[in-house]
């Protein structure tokens, strides 16, 4: 299999060359590492969000967007596609670094996991990468410090000079757009955790509302949830039947019906504490290759009006 990281080191090229266009910014860290900035000082938007999300999943995966209505009111949505959803979304797009030094916080996701291929999915999936550059996407409030680059570095196996940090807070436009276009990702990573083998997944497709952009993070991030949760929905082909299916959507859930700002406050915002079965589409259809379909869960439009301030 191509390497992850060259086909999405492809793309920062491009985001770096069309930075202008895109309402993006670079620079250089002092170690020589690279900061694409796609929404801290730089505005970003949509075409850049797209853009992250196609790096996020190495190229593999296919997003765009078109308008809808929430409430009857006109709302974006983004819709992701892939025929390698093992790969493209398990073990690249997939947030899954929680990359902390002593100066810098931040999650990220992107084909530098592969690098590292620590995390439970790459055993699913037995795939390993190696390359010599690598891009991981960060969110975050905060500017990324040649340290946490150098973390990421030690970790990939590569030079500082050779990792492009990409970040961006949730409560951006980048944010919303790359966070709606996890659906298909939570989707499949759902399936996976409930014992599916993620290499039997064919395709995925799934699509979600772009949040309102909120003015703080917390907020953010309990939009950019309820958009998925409440709002997305996903389609999954697939090789062989399981009796799991019903429990991939958030419908599934113990605190669905629920706004995911309410969960966090229950919770003092600690996200490890918060169900992982929350994290997933409203609706999935699971359609099984020569065999039956299966369409469970469903969406709740008036919990996004209020979540969204419509």
């Known amino acids: 299999m191509e390497s992850l990281n060259r086909m999405a080191i492809e793309l920062v090229d491009e985001a770096l060359d ?5 309402n993006i910014g670079g620079y250089d860290l002092d170690n020589e590492a690279t900061v694409l900035d796609f929404g ?5 938007g949509i075409e850049a969000g797209l853009l992250l999300t196609e790096i996020q999943t190495a190229g593999m995966a296919t997003p765009s967007h078109h308008l809808g209505e929430i409430g009857d009111a006109p709302i974006p949505y983004i819709q992701l596609a892939t025929d390698q959803p093992a790969l493209s979304l398990l073990c690249s797009q997939k947030a899954g670094w929680e990359l902390t030094t002593e100066d810098f916080e931040g999650l990220g ?6 690098l590292v291929a620590e995390e439970e999915e790459f055993r699913r999936v037995g795939y390993t990468d190696a390359f010599d550059l690598t891009a991981l996407a960060v969110e975050t409030e905060q500017d990324p410090t040649a340290a946490a680059a150098a973390q990421v570095a030690e970790l990939a196996e590569v030079e500082p000079s050779s990792v492009f940090l990409l970040a961006y807070p949730t409560a951006s436009l980048v944010g919303s757009v790359t966070n709606a276009a996890r659906t298909a990702e939570l989707a499949t990573f759902r399936l996976s955790e409930l014992g599916y ?3 039997d997944i064919v395709s995925a497709t799934g699509r979600a509302p772009v949040a309102p952009v909120a003015g703080d993070e917390q907020t ?3 939009r950019t949830n309820d958009a998925i949760a409440y709002g997305g929905t996903a389609h999954l082909t697939v090789r062989e039947d ?3 299916f019903d429990s991939v959507p958030s419908t599934a859930a113990e605190d669905h019906g629920r706004p995911f700002g309410e969960v966090f ?3 003092e915002w600690n996200f490890a504490e918060v169900p992982a079965d929350l994290f997933a589409p409203a609706k999935v259809t699971i ?3 020569g065999g039956p379909t299966y369409v469970h869960g469903e969406t709740d439009e008036e919990l996004l009006v209020d979540s969204f301030g419509l």
Do not use: C, K, N, Q
Request: proline share 6%.
């Open 287 to 289: 359609d099984v290759v």
């Open 109 to 114: 996701s992107g084909p530098a996991r592969a």
């Open 242 to 244: 399981a009796d799991v």
């Open 220 to 222: 953010a991030i309990a």
């Open 40 to 44: 801290l000082e730089f505005e970003g």
């Open 197 to 199: 083998d993620p290499l």
């Open 18 to 22: 069309y930075a202008e266009e895109l």
């Open 265 to 267: 406050d229950d919770l």
